[in-house]
Structures are given as C-alpha cells and as structure tokens.
C-alpha cells in the first residue's frame, strides 16, 4: 500500500512505537560491546548488526505497521494490509463467501484496502437503502480509476456528476419513447422470441448448448431498438461481437486487479486481460457501432425517427446551442450504445441460461410452471405480456431465479462524492463503495432459506405474489439498472414462450449443470448442455 496516502492525518512521533534491539537481535549473553549509535526512534543499535539490514527491516516493519492502520473514523476491516498490494491477497476464494466472514466480524459496515484504494462494502438492505436512496447525493458517483479512464468518462454506466444526468435523461426518454415497459415492445420483443424457439427447435431434441443462440437473441431486442433492425443468428460477424462480448464479460474480474494495481499493465503479455478488453470494445466500435451512426448521419432528415440512434442523433441538434451540448454529442453516443449491449444482453441471457440450469436440477418447479401456463393460456397461442397478472407461479419463478443466482452480487462499483459520516464511521471522498446484493438477496431473516431454491416463497396463502422490498437484484436508489423493465419483460416472455414450447431435460448421460458459476463482474453459469424436447 502506498504509505503517503495512509500516514495523511497520522502523526508519527506520537503513533510510531519504539523499537527495541530485542525486537530485532536476541542473545542468552549480554554482548560485551557498548551500544555505539541510537536512531531518531529510539532504537538502540547493536554494533554487530549490519545497519543497511537494520534499516530495510525497519522500513519493511514501519510500513507494514502503517499500512495496517486505518485512518480515524473509518469502518473496520483484516487487519493485514501488505505495501502496495493492501488485502488484495486475502481475495483468492469467493468474494461472497469472504465478504460474509468479515460481516459477522466487523459488522454492516467494514472496509479493506484493494491496492492503496480504500473501499467500504455495504451489507444487508436496510444499510444498502440507507445509503443508495437516503443519502443518494453522496453515493451515487462512479469511481475515478485513471487507467480504465478512456472508457469510463463516456457514456451512463461509468460517468458521474451533470454527464451521467444528462446520458440517462436522455437516454431514459429515447427508451421510453420506443415502448420501454409498453406493449409496442412487448410485439417487437416475442417477434424475436419466435426465432429463437424455431432456433431450439432445429436441434430437434438433441443435447445443446443454449449459451450463444441464447445472447444472440436477447442482444437482437438491443439491436433493434438502437439500430432498427436485428441479425441472423448465423449471421459469422454478428457471431463475433457476442463472443467478444462474453469474453468480455468473462476478462472483466480478472482485469479488475489492475485497477486497483495500475503497474501491473506493463507486465508483458496480457496476463489479467486487459489488452484483450480494449481490443474487443475498439472492434465492437469501430466494425459494428460507428459504422451504424455514420450511416445514420448521412441518411438523417426530419423525418418520426425510428431507432435509438436516429432520436439521439435528434436531440443532438436539439441542444446544439444549450449548455447540455457538452455531454449530448457523437462521442457519448458510442459510448451509450456500448453501455446499452452491455447491460441488457449478458445479464438477460444469463438470467435465461440460469433458469434453465435450475429446471434441470428442479423439474417439479418446471411442471408447475408448464401447468400453469397451460390452465391459463393453453398452446393454441403464444403467452403475451397481458397474461402476466395471470401467471402468478411463473412471475414467482422469475423473481426466485433473480435473488438465488444473484448474477451481479456486488452491483456496479460506487463512489461516495464527498466525505460523509455514515452509519456511525467517517469515510472519505472517493471512496469506492461496493453494495453487497447478494448479502440482501440471500439474508435468513428475510428468507428463511436462502440456501434453498423455492419460487413458493413469493406466494402467499392466498394463493396472491408476495412481495419484498428487499428483492433488489437490479439494486436501487439513482443507479438502480437503466433496463430494468426491459429485462423484466423480456424474461417474461422468453420463459413463458419456452416452458409452452419445450421440455427441458438434461443430456441421456444424466449429467446436471453446475450450480457454481463463473464469478465476474456477473456470475455466469458454466457451459453447460440440455435438451429442448418439443411438447405434444
């Protein structure tokens, strides 16, 4: 850890304990040598000690003493915090399961050091809503990590301040004026979702991996409300942006060390990933997205826009001349575009691939559905977004999928954009804050058993949906999830369409998906194969 950021407030004559020669040479007989020298600490030096060994071990001691000792005020956390690296060490196994041993011991409230960056992790929902909704104009920023800068001052997912303001407004308002949460999505939407059961259906049974055809169809939804138009699930080039993207998504947990370890980019090679993100965001840009704005650009005019683009490119010339000019640009619509795939096609189809997995593990939770779906809505039509109301059991499966598989367990990183006393701790300004969801969506006293995957829990005993604030899988307060009511709808209808088409089932070979996933940014289920066995 970087001890300059540590010792601001600290004074060292008072806190720096003495340190004794016994600390660091023991002998059974007094040396009969006087004691010759005495440091500025008060050490007492024995002649025989190499000095130049003296000093590193007392750097190395001072140091890690510092770097251990956390400013006044700050919440607690492990006490070991090696030099430069903080407790990056202790961060080998599942986050999850290390961030609930810290909770019982240091409480709601604790911190670590991932680097020399403080971070604060928020646990259970009452400290979570406590800071994300009450005290929303501190907790709302995006942490400033100077190495990953050039892709996150763009855009709404990493900005902060009157940009991120500016991007969601507009964005939000682009969405809804293409029927976000409306049923002219809802049409657009199960147009797709024929195609994607017709792709099912060609395997004709037969054991398949979901995982591509499934974010192939789910980023076709983003491709037709950005660009105005949807790909061909063969389509070789539309192929490669989905497996940059999961690839992607896949590098982003390893890469995360470097933002809190900046030197470690001149490492040769590409061991943590980062050259590989860069190179896929660069390609998604410069082969898929430009190209649609240019074109966009060229065939403009006046005319009822008819996608994303087209509308901002509108309101670009709308505020040509207004102050909010300075965020609603060119440059902050790639940006946009690529924050629009990223969020609403790996956590959609992961949300699909994980509910698939559990059938197979759960086949009475399946059945039930089936049957709902088949009193309700029978198989002489399509479900709709109207029979949702009706569809209780499955709305309840949905909502059990979301808070079991906790595919974000951690949210999007937060920065507190002033120093704030808080829950009985000072914490600094810019602090990166991390909200633990999956400490929310997993807590016994909320659930009874967590552990345990049981849609019934969301159904009361008369037979109505059950529902708790504390399901916050999208996690809440200004940055709660921008297509939150997209992804809702799509699930719906995507799983209703698929139970009334087909019958999961695992391979002949019996073998089930694991239920460990791939823990990222999102925790993705391994690859994993089932067959869609059509019903009669």
């Given amino acids: 850890m970087i001890c300059g950021e540590l010792m601001d407030g600290i004074n060292i004559a008072d806190d720096v304990p003495v340190i004794t020669a016994e600390l660091l040479y023991t002998s059974h007989e007094s040396s009969p040598k006087t004691l010759k020298s005495r440091t500025m600490l008060g050490t007492e030096l024995l002649p025989e000690f190499p000095s130049v060994l003296l000093f590193v071990l007392l750097a190395f001691y001072s140091l890690w003493w510092l770097s251990t000792r956390r400013p006044v005020g700050v919440p607690p956390g492990p006490g070991l915090a090696l030099p430069v690296l903080g407790h990056l060490h202790l961060l080998r196994s599942d986050l999850r399961e290390i961030f609930a041993a810290w909770r019982r011991q240091y409480g709601d409230v604790f911190s670590l050091y991932m680097g020399s960056r403080l971070v604060v992790v928020l646990n259970g929902y009452n400290i979570i809503k406590d800071a994300l909704i009450k005290h929303a104009d501190i907790f709302s920023d995006r942490p400033c990590i100077d190495f990953f800068e050039s892709i996150h001052s763009k855009g709404i997912l990493n900005s902060s301040g009157p940009l991120w303001k500016a991007q969601r407004k507009t964005t939000l308002e682009i969405l809804r004026e293409f029927g976000m949460g409306k049923n002219i999505l809802a049409e657009k939407i199960h147009e797709e979702v024929k195609q994607y059961l017709k792709a099912l259906a060609e395997?004709?049974?037969?054991?398949?991996?979901?995982?591509?055809?499934?974010?192939?169809?789910?980023?076709n939804n983003i491709c037709s409300i950005v660009f105005g138009k949807r790909f061909?699930?063969?389509?070789?080039?539309?192929k490669r942006y989905m497996e940059a993207i999961e690839e992607t998504v896949l590098a982003i947990g390893a890469a995360s060390l470097v933002r809190?370890?900046?030197?470690?980019?001149?490492?040769?090679?590409?061991?943590?990933?980062?050259?590989?993100?860069?190179?896929?965001?660069?390609?998604?840009?410069?082969?898929l997205v430009?190209?649609?704005?240019?074109?966009?650009?060229?065939?403009?005019?006046?005319?009822?826009?008819?996608?994303?683009?087209?509308?901002?490119?509108?309101e670009i010339r709308q505020v040509q001349n207004k102050p909010?000019?300075?965020?609603?640009?060119?440059?902050?619509?790639?940006?946009?575009?690529?924050?629009?795939?990223?969020?609403?096609?790996?956590?959609t189809s992961t949300t699909i691939r994980w509910t698939i997995a559990y059938f197979l593990h759960h086949p009475e939770v399946q059945d039930k559905c089936y049957e709902e779906i088949h009193r309700v809505i029978g198989t002489?039509?399509?479900?709709?977004?109207?029979?949702?109301?009706?569809?209780?059991?499955?709305?309840?499966?949905?909502?059990?999928?979301?808070?079991y598989s906790s595919i974000v367990p951690f949210s999007a990183p937060h920065s507190t954009a002033c120093d704030v006393e808080f829950s009985g701790y000072n914490i600094p300004k810019g602090t990166l804050i991390m909200p633990n969801l999956y400490s929310v969506l997993h807590a016994p006293e909320t659930w009874g058993d967590p552990e345990?995957?049981?849609?019934?829990?969301?159904?009361?005993?008369?037979?109505?949906?059950?529902?708790?604030?504390?399901?916050?899988?999208?996690?809440?307060?200004?940055?709660?999830?921008?297509?939150?009511?997209?992804?809702r709808m799509e699930l719906f209808l995507y799983l209703a369409s698929m139970i009334q088409r087909f019958r999961f089932l695992p391979p002949?070979?019996?073998?089930?998906?694991?239920?460990?996933?791939?823990?990222?940014v999102v925790d993705v289920p391994k690859h994993y194969k089932v067959r869609a066995v059509p019903r009669e």
Avoid at 203 to 219: F, L, R, Y
């Fill in 508 to 520: 002949e070979t019996g073998e089930l998906p694991s239920l460990k996933g791939n823990l990222g």
């Fill in 260 to 287: 809190h370890l900046g030197d470690l980019r001149f490492i040769p090679g590409d061991p943590f990933g980062v050259k590989k993100i860069f190179e896929h965001l660069t390609m998604v840009l410069n082969t």
């Fill in 324 to 347: 909010s000019a300075e965020f609603i640009n060119e440059v902050n619509l790639q940006k946009v575009i690529i924050d629009l795939f990223a969020a609403g096609t790996e956590t």
């Fill in 232 to 238: 061909h699930y063969e389509d070789p080039v539309f």
């Fill in 452 to 487: 345990n995957f049981r849609p019934e829990r969301f159904i009361g005993e008369d037979g109505k949906l059950l529902r708790f604030e504390e399901l916050i899988p999208f996690s809440i307060g200004r940055r709660v999830c921008l297509g939150e009511a997209l992804a």
């Fill in 380 to 403: 002489e039509r399509a479900p709709s977004i109207q029979d949702r109301p009706d569809l209780l059991y499955l709305e309840a499966t949905m909502w059990e999928v979301m808070r």
């Fill in 290 to 314: 430009k190209p649609f704005i240019d074109q966009h650009i060229q065939d403009y005019d006046e005319k009822p826009v008819h996608d994303f683009i087209s509308a901002y490119l509108r």
């Fill in 203 to 219: 395997k004709k049974g037969q054991p398949q991996d979901i995982t591509q055809t499934t974010e192939i169809t789910v980023s």
